[in-house]
């Protein structure tokens, strides 16, 4: 674990990360700069060889991401015992939830909490930009079994004070971002710390009570962020992100924390902030301007992290921290919705890369956010170059000179094209055999099934994420030019439950994206039907699309995509569940459970 | 008749349950309150809008300083 990592640390990880990717990025364009121009130089081999390097460079940030996260990792630290003296809020912000489901997680991290003895040092308030009033009358009925649940009558009649809030703000002004300020500017004084939640948040007592401590022990500690573990994945896609989640993205995570030292950032939820450095460094302006590049910031969280940064606070990610948890969507429309959102917000940053006084990594996380969005259109316009290339390549000249007697042929170059496409490959694949074989060495795979589950695991999540990746490409694509239009995303409720599709809906979502696979397989034949066997594997899963949709939505079950999670689950998962079904009379859709290898922890 | 009473009392139970429900879960949410202790948060600058063009405007302005100053050398 890094608790900090000095700043000479943090910047030789940066300079070997970039220099390695540079590195890779130019490699790549000079190899495909020698295949594109062995029929003479046009320019569009140069376009071509440019966008090489940024995807490729791109690809190599990423898998340098996981290397790092290798080479820095090191064993987790013993839990402080320090007694807790501070007074902590929980914040859980709602909006347009089921609150059944949502008060539930309430009750079981309260449980948690009480279960150390702890319960005394952290109040728990519900903050809900609930504007649908249906739903607001559910949370209002809800909050009240929630307060007799906890016995909040008895506590006020023994002469204490509740430890429960509810609020509902009749207009979301400055949505997430500015229900959490609402809370700050309300009730902020009373708090030395704040624990910011989402509606689908679920946290160990003992994670709190460690985040508690960490911060107590760091006067300068503005922010501290956990790497929420994705949970309650139901469905094909859901459980196969599940597990890239559970397995790859510590690793990833330990490699961002070695990087960004103290300039760390914030996912929104599942963190602890100083009261005091949130307050003074935190309170958002709307952009000037209409949206999409205007009005409320949508990706706060980034922009409060780089702000806490220029204020001269900490902000630290400490990927040792488990007991940790969220959840992710179910299937690819809700994750294409999800990101529409995100995309919008990480485009908006572009407005803020010259913010005054901000850290030169923060300024560096906005480009980065930006490229993630931004990167697809590189690969699309690659294709459509590659494709134009081949169609206006000149006609070999064997008789370059007059009266020459023996033909000239031209080199053939195909070799290092094929070169980068194996680079390519395994910049995508490397990190994730790497990561098996470290999780094989340190004996993480336990938690994923043993080795052999783990690898098909692998396999099956690198196949499904193939064939999905060029769905997604269209999706992203589409989100950026609508953004570049101008055309405003909204702020939608997430959707929750299992997620299931029919043919239908998907063939809705996803028959555009079918036309232009179509299109695509149908000019590679007519224009450069050389280049065919290169695009199919683009090309099929997109005239596919509505089936893939469909397909992946589906429910899924253990043994394949085995997580730690349901091999053994959490307790505070365990009692939210039970405290639903007491609440309810039903049980909370939960996946299906690896049969005899579940059992909770005691 | 008998029937039609008991209508009327489940119905008038029903609407005093309903009642007190909605007084309690009044008198909840006034306990539930967020607690008041206010903090200020002053609003953060974080766009600089013109930073480009004041960028340009600086760097043509020295430039246009320079060649004052060599004309003047001359």
């Given amino acids: 674990m890094i608790r900090t990592t000095s700043s000479g640390g943090a910047l030789s990880a940066r300079a070997f990360a970039l220099l390695v990717s540079v590195g890779l990025g130019a490699g790549a364009a000079a190899l495909f700069l020698q295949f594109g121009a062995a029929d003479g130089y046009q320019v569009v081999d140069g376009v071509r060889a440019a966008l090489v390097f940024i995807t490729t460079f791109w690809l190599a940030w990423g898998a340098m991401q996981s290397v790092e996260g290798l080479i820095s990792a090191r064993r987790a630290p013993p839990p402080l015992v320090t007694p807790i003296t501070t007074r902590t809020a929980i914040l859980m912000p709602v909006y347009n939830e089921d609150p059944a489901v949502v008060f539930a997680r309430v009750a079981a991290m309260d449980d948690a909490l009480t279960r150390l003895g702890l319960a005394a040092h952290f109040d728990f308030a519900i903050l809900s930009d609930t504007q649908d009033e249906r739903v607001g009358a559910e949370e209002e009925r809800w909050f009240v079994h929630l307060w007799d649940d906890r016995a909040q009558d008895a506590r006020l009649k023994a002469g204490k004070k509740a430890r429960f809030f509810y609020r509902r703000r009749p207009r979301n002004t400055g949505r997430k971002a500015g229900n959490i300020q609402d809370f700050f500017e309300t009730s902020g004084a009373h708090y030395d710390f704040a624990l910011i939640l989402d509606a689908d948040s679920l946290m160990e007592g003992e994670t709190i009570a460690e985040m508690v401590r960490r911060m107590q022990a760091a006067p300068r500690l503005g922010l501290l962020q956990t790497l929420p573990r994705i949970t309650g994945a139901r469905s094909r896609f859901g459980r196969a992100m599940q597990f890239a989640a559970g397995f790859y993205s510590p690793v990833f995570a330990q490699g961002q924390a070695a990087m960004q030292g103290v300039t760390g950032p914030f996912w929104g939820h599942n963190a602890l902030v100083r009261v005091r450095a949130f307050a003074e460094s935190c309170a958002l302006p709307e952009l000037s301007g209409p949206p999409p590049f205007g009005g409320h910031i949508l990706s706060h969280d980034y922009v409060e992290a780089a702000l806490l940064a220029r204020a001269g606070w900490s902000v630290r990610l400490d990927p040792d921290l488990t007991g940790s948890f969220e959840e992710g969507p179910q299937n690819m429309i809700d994750f294409a919705k999800r990101d529409r959102r995100w995309c919008q917000g990480n485009l908006q940053h572009v407005r803020l890369l010259s913010a005054p006084g901000l850290r030169a990594w923060s300024r560096f996380v906005f480009f980065q956010g930006i490229l993630s969005y931004i990167a697809p259109l590189f690969w699309v316009m690659f294709l459509a170059s590659n494709l134009y290339a081949t169609a206006t390549a000149p006609e070999p000249d064997f008789f370059p000179e007059p009266f020459q007697l023996f033909p000239v042929f031209p080199s053939d170059q195909t070799s290092k094209a094929v070169g980068v496409a194996v680079g390519v490959f395994g910049l995508l694949v490397l990190p994730k055999v790497l990561i098996l074989l470290d999780a094989i060495i340190r004996g993480r795979v336990e938690g994923f099934g043993g080795r052999f589950m783990a690898l098909r695991g692998m396999l099956s999540e690198l196949l499904m994420s193939s064939i999905n990746a060029p769905i997604m490409l269209m999706w992203q694509t589409r989100a950026v030019l609508q953004v570049l239009m101008g055309r405003d995303g909204g702020w939608p409720a997430q959707t929750r439950g299992d997620g299931q599709l029919t043919l239908p809906d998907a063939f809705a979502a996803g028959w555009w994206i079918q036309l232009w696979g179509g299109a695509v397989i149908f000019l590679t034949r007519s224009l450069a039907p050389d280049l065919m066997l290169w695009v199919l594997p683009i090309g099929v899963p997109l005239v596919l699309a509505p089936l893939v949709i469909w397909a992946s939505s589906q429910p899924s079950a253990p043994p394949l995509f085995l997580t730690p999670e349901e091999t053994c689950i959490p307790q505070v998962i365990a009692d939210h569940r039970r405290i639903v079904t007491l609440w309810t009379g039903s049980a909370p859709a939960a996946p299906a459970s690896a049969a005899d290898a579940v059992e909770v922890t005691a | ?74």
């Fill in chain 2, 1 to 74: 008749m008998g029937t039609r009473m008991t209508t009327q009392i489940s119905s008038s139970v029903s609407d005093g349950n309903t009642f007190a429900f909605a007084t309690r879960k009044a008198a909840i949410l006034r306990e539930a309150a967020l607690p008041h202790a206010p903090l200020v948060m002053p609003r953060q600058v974080i766009e600089a809008p013109f930073a480009g063009g004041r960028t340009l405007h600086r760097l043509l302005m020295a430039c246009a300083a320079g060649f004052g100053r060599t004309a003047r050398g001359r």
